[in-house]
């Protein structure tokens, strides 16, 4: 309740002051309407050159390990790893 009747008095206050600078109001607002115009713009560059980044990224193929000799490498090293892990978590255990 108590903001339902803070907020009536804020509006009233705010339609009233409006009313009393509406001169002032138009200048403030032709300041800050090229300003808001401007940074949302360089936003808008910003996001737009990052989703064109991202596409370019998917357009690039993955490189996969063509030679059987470099999976069974990769196994290897990942069998390695994984008893190292294994010793580490006895070690802390």
Do not use: H, N
């Given at each position: ?9 804020g509006a009233v206050l705010g339609l009233?002051?409006?009313?009393i600078w509406w001169k002032p109001f ?68």
């Open positions: 309740m108590k903001t339902l009747i803070g907020g009536a008095v009233i002051g409006l009313s138009l200048q403030l607002l032709a300041g800050a309407i090229p300003i808001m115009l401007l940074l949302g713009g360089g936003l808008a560059l910003y996001l737009g050159f990052d989703e064109l980044k991202d596409t370019w990224k998917k357009d690039e193929p993955v490189e996969t390990p063509k030679k059987e000799e470099d999976v069974e490498k990769y196994k290897k090293e990942i069998e390695e790893l994984k008893t190292e892990l294994e010793t580490m978590k006895e070690g802390k255990a």
